[in-house]
């Protein structure tokens, strides 16, 4: 019983959903077996219903077991729970709403009633804010319903083929734009992702061509799709931030979310490359983005992702007591399994930038994580913070222990190993160095220069190291 698909989803309701839904059961055109009523109030208030001979007894405590006919039971009730489920969600959806009663009432010939519905999904898309994705598919429903009315009511006379044309046009070309952003984000994760763009040629040409850039919402993709294509040429996202910080109230919570994260992951290109003053832009949109309500998960949780690459940003651009006072925000709405670990490297990774290894090096011993690249990387802050203290020891020992876990751990991509391997190298060369002998620093400024793949970063650090002796 545990597993069952029932029990997920009443673990998932919230306290008011589960007072609506309690009402809902109560209806007669939503429920009429007392029985699932009382299962929901047994699987509310159990928070580990057992299986299924004890629920059974719980409900029918004078009849002996029946496993056909419980099953039977939660089965209406999950029925009844997934009406209920769409009904809220179809609630929320004003417009589509309004176009799902209009189509009843063509369908049924009740003209008048069609018109006041047709008329009120009209006045409310038209007071809407929005021009995102949903926006221009709602604007297309709406003008395909009122063709349908109007070829039915008066088929020869003037009917709005073309309005529907071009909002289809409109609808089409925003989501187009919108997927092809998803596939250029999802290949930038996994090389091995392969996708076809289809007609995407012909769009992009007729958006540069004509008038659709006018439309924020299609400019929006456009200019995310150009940017990431296109990433030497900074004025794609310039004009993609300069929507962002005019023009969000086109978008809706989700989809603006959608477009911050795109810009940020395009600034995180740009700084793997070798160029670190997109940090600062990185890092507004990150500070925006969390002052507007947009970057959170939901209203309780923030993923462990966002909140390490939101503190590096600011780490990156000295916004030291910004990143200190986001970890204490924020820290308690990440995951519980995952809050100590990610707070704790998060912390290291703050103090080490300040300049207090000592603090940094506390955390960093005692690290664990169930990310292999996190590990990676908090290895690679102690490597560096041994080196700075001198603590040469430790920093032999801690070498050899990174290269025996790069060669374990299977999670870490070819890609990602071959970057710490490189920088053990230069590491042991840097321990090892004879900072005296000219011959000796040139022939390693040499390596560090000439050593790929390598991350930005570090081949700054190793180059400041040796510049300390010129």
């Not at 039915?152 to 071009?166: A, H, K, R, Y």
Request: proline share 3%; with cysteine.
């Amino acid at each position: 019983m545990q597993k069952s698909v029932l029990i997920e989803v009443v673990r998932a309701l919230t306290p008011k959903e589960i007072r609506e839904i309690n009402k809902w059961l109560a209806s007669p055109a939503h429920n009429h077996r007392q029985d699932a009523i009382k299962l929901f109030e047994y699987l509310v208030k159990t928070e580990n219903p057992g299986e299924k001979e004890i629920v059974w007894k719980a409900i029918f405590p004078k009849q002996p077991f029946d496993d056909a006919f419980l099953r039977q039971v939660m089965y209406f009730l999950f029925k009844a729970l997934e009406d209920y489920l769409a009904f809220k969600e179809f609630k929320k959806e004003t417009v589509r709403n309004q176009l799902t009663l209009a189509g009843i009432y063509r369908k049924r010939h009740l003209n008048k009633p069609f018109r006041q519905t047709i008329e009120s999904a009209k006045r409310t898309l038209d007071n809407s804010p929005l021009r995102d994705t949903d926006h221009y598919l709602d604007g297309y429903m709406l003008e395909l319903e009122l063709y349908a009315y109007q070829a039915e009511t008066n088929p020869v006379g003037e009917l709005p083929i073309q309005t529907v044309s071009d909002n289809l046009d409109k609808m089409f070309v925003a989501n187009k734009l919108r997927i092809a952003c998803w596939m250029l984000a999802h290949q930038s994760i996994n090389k091995k992702a392969r996708y076809e763009m289809g007609m995407l040629d012909e769009i992009l040409h007729t958006v540069e061509k004509g008038p659709m850039l006018e439309d924020v919402g299609v400019a929006a993709y456009f200019y995310v799709y150009k940017a990431l294509t296109k990433r030497e040429d900074t004025s794609y996202f310039e004009k993609l931030t300069a929507i962002l910080n005019k023009d969000s109230i086109h978008f809706s919570v989700a989809e603006l979310k959608e477009l911050y994260r795109l810009a940020i992951n395009y600034c995180t290109s740009r700084i793997n490359m070798g160029q670190e003053l997109f940090f600062r832009k990185q890092f507004e949109l990150y500070r925006s983005g969390y002052e507007h309500g947009i970057l959170l998960e939901d209203e309780d949780t923030i993923s462990r992702y966002l909140f390490t690459g939101s503190v590096y940003s600011a780490i990156k651009t000295q916004n030291f007591d910004w990143a200190e006072g986001f970890i204490d925000k924020f820290s308690g709405r990440l995951e519980e399994k995952h809050r100590h670990s990610t707070v704790q490297f998060n912390l290291s990774r703050l103090y080490y930038e300040r300049g207090d290894y000592h603090k940094a090096q506390t955390l960093l011993r005692g690290f664990e994580y169930d990310d292999m690249l996190l590990n990676a990387v908090a290895k690679t802050m102690l490597l560096k913070i041994y080196y700075t203290l001198g603590e040469y020891d430790p920093l032999e020992s801690l070498i050899e222990a990174f290269r025996s876990f790069l060669q374990r751990k299977e999670a870490l991509s070819p890609a990602h190993k071959a970057i710490f391997k490189n920088t053990i190298q230069l590491m042991k060369k840097l321990l090892h160095l004879n900072p005296y002998s000219k011959t000796q620093v040139e022939k390693f400024r040499a390596a560090v220069h000439e050593t790929n793949p390598m991350q930005e970063q570090e081949r700054a650090w190793f180059l400041q190291q040796i510049d300390k002796y010129k």
